[in-house]
């Protein structure tokens, strides 16, 4: 099928080859991405994890009935469970949301956690973060500095019982989201989160 729609292309590009067959090879490209898309609908649901992810990925990628937006909490569940790969990321339902535990280096690993809220300019957002430590003033200059290197997320300083913790954050539009960005995001959340506890403490608690 790819040489005939390869053929249909470089005809369709052809402005030579005639009105005809440029029309005709516009009708065969239309039904092969109708019966591809169709197929691709078909497996969104699939168990295997691996095939799922990778159909999920093909659709967002090209535009078509992506999974954002993430508008309601079994559309997000669906949306993070799809981040499941064995050995790498375990999803886990938790009382405000979702939390992955993702495998970083060395034995190593990092909690992200996944909730649906809104900011206080009234936008329903994803809110994406990790743990890393306790903040210690002489770390914020370090802390600030480092986040000109990190693109899906930042440092962040929050309260928490009147002491002041790291915390790594991203937040995304329930609106816009797709899986791939998630999937980077949490990522990089889980990796920079892992350093940056390991940098100010030495542990592996979060």
């Known amino acids: 099928m790819s040489?005939?729609?390869?053929?249909?292309?470089?005809t369709l590009k052809n402005p030579?080859?005639?009105w005809v067959n440029?029309?005709?090879?516009?009708?065969h490209l239309s039904r092969s991405i109708h019966d591809a898309l169709s197929t691709l609908h078909q497996f969104k649901d699939d168990p295997d994890n691996d095939v799922q992810r990778a159909v999920l990925s093909a659709l967002n990628e090209i535009g078509i009935d992506a999974p954002a937006p993430v508008d309601d909490v079994t559309s997000l569940r669906k949306l993070v469970h799809a981040l499941e790969s064995k050995n790498s990321r375990e999803v886990t339902d938790t009382k405000d949301g979702f939390q992955v535990l993702v495998q970083t280096r060395e034995g190593r690993s990092q909690k992200v956690d996944i909730i649906k809220t809104v900011s206080n300019t009234k936008q329903d957002i994803i809110h994406i973060s990790t743990t890393c430590g306790p903040a210690q003033e002489s770390?914020?200059?370090?802390?600030?500095?480092?986040n000109l290197n990190m693109s899906h997320c930042a440092?962040?300083?929050?309260?928490?019982?009147?002491?002041?913790?790291?915390?790594?954050v991203n937040n995304h539009l329930t609106e816009s989201i797709s899986f791939e960005e998630l999937k980077l995001t949490v990522k990089e959340v889980a990796f920079y989160g892992d350093w940056v506890?390991?940098?100010?403490?030495g542990e592996d608690n979060h």
Do not use: Y
């Open 3 to 10: 040489e005939t729609i390869d053929q249909s292309i470089k």
């Open 16 to 18: 030579d080859a005639g």
């Open 22 to 27: 440029r029309r005709d090879a516009v009708d």
């Open 139 to 146: 770390t914020h200059d370090w802390a600030l500095r480092n």
């Open 155 to 168: 440092l962040a300083i929050e309260e928490r019982d009147g002491e002041p913790w790291f915390v790594l």
């Open 197 to 201: 506890e390991k940098k100010i403490t």
